[in-house]
């Protein structure tokens, strides 16, 4: 299993670049790019002093409505650190989200291997609106998930 990771985080199982094109005529110089943006904008976790987290074991867990998150607290940081423990090698991150105060949670960063990964609010935005929709977010991609493969309570940290 250690292997398969390594394989994948090095990038060892992507195909090989496409060969070279070959040489043509000349062509007219391009002009110059614009510089590109620094990118997308990133959600701010801590943006709201003493807010409540709580964090699901995947995005596909999240956007279901009815999905419980698995712990919740008030440390973000002791939150993300605990999420190690639902299941410790996974290769998709956990999800965080702060409650907002209508009632919605907002996507606020990923967990993986007891650290935060930043988040867009694009992201955020959409998996925000699969979840109020309660439709799905996994595209298919992914088995439909069971009564089993959630939590039955959400435990306060």
């Not at 094109?21 to 790019?33: F, G, I, L, N, S």
């Not at 997308?40 to 995947?58: L, M, N, T």
């Not at 956990?94 to 409650?99: F, K, T, W």
Request: glycine share 8%; aromatic share 6%.
């Amino acid at each position: 299993m250690e292997e398969a990771r390594r394989r994948v985080e090095a990038g060892e199982n992507s195909p090989p670049p496409p060969p070279a094109a070959p040489a043509t005529a000349r062509k007219a110089p391009r002009q110059a790019r614009a510089p590109r943006a620094t990118g997308a904008a990133k959600v701010d976790p801590g943006a709201v002093p003493g807010a409540q987290y709580a964090v699901w074991r995947s995005v596909q867990h999240f956007c279901l409505s009815d999905s419980l998150p698995d712990a919740s607290a008030r440390d973000l940081d002791h939150l993300v650190a605990w999420s190690d423990s639902i299941q410790p090698f996974r290769l998709r991150p956990r999800i965080v989200a702060r409650l907002e105060a209508d009632g919605s949670w907002l996507p606020v960063c990923y967990a993986k291997d007891g650290a935060r990964e930043a988040i867009t609010q694009a992201q955020a935005e959409r998996y925000r609106a699969a979840r109020v929709e309660g439709a799905g977010l996994s595209g298919g991609a992914q088995k439909p998930l069971g009564e089993a493969d959630h939590p039955e309570s959400t435990l306060s940290l």
